[in-house]
């Protein structure tokens, strides 16, 4: 199970940090990323990180604004996200996928879901 928090509306320009808890018996075994889905549009990859945390892939459109991390003694991935924008404004969910490969990052084939938070960027 993976519950996302941290969520809410920050003004143009402002910062806010999304987390997601991971209930697993063995978190460091999962590549751990953040989606996004926006009103009227598809869901959309944003970042993602390895199991060990050395290597990241993001997305062109937060590349340089968003920052994620993990922490695997707490089972909880971070997303950090600064200079936000109006279109920055969705519904923010985690994911999980397993691998057997420490180093792995990907967009896709994510199998377990969290439920998602809400951020909302105003001008």
């Known amino acids: 199970q993976l519950q996302a928090s941290g969520g809410g509306l920050v003004q143009t320009g402002g910062s806010l940090t999304l987390s997601c808890a991971a209930s697993?018996?063995?978190?460091?075994?999962?590549?751990m990323g953040w989606f996004r889905q926006a009103p009227g549009k598809e869901r959309e990859f944003v970042a993602s990180?390895?199991?060990?945390?050395?290597?990241?892939n993001y997305a062109d459109s937060v590349k340089g604004r968003f920052t994620i991390s993990r922490d695997n003694s707490k089972n909880t991935v971070y997303l950090q996200m600064s200079s936000l924008k109006t279109e920055d404004t969705a519904v923010y969910y985690c994911a999980a996928r397993p691998t057997i490969r420490e180093d792995l990052v990907a967009r896709d084939e994510f199998r377990y879901w969290g439920q998602g938070t809400q951020v909302t960027v105003s001008s």
């Open positions: 697993v018996r063995t978190f460091s075994i999962y590549l």
């Open positions: 990180i390895s199991r060990s945390g050395d290597s990241t």
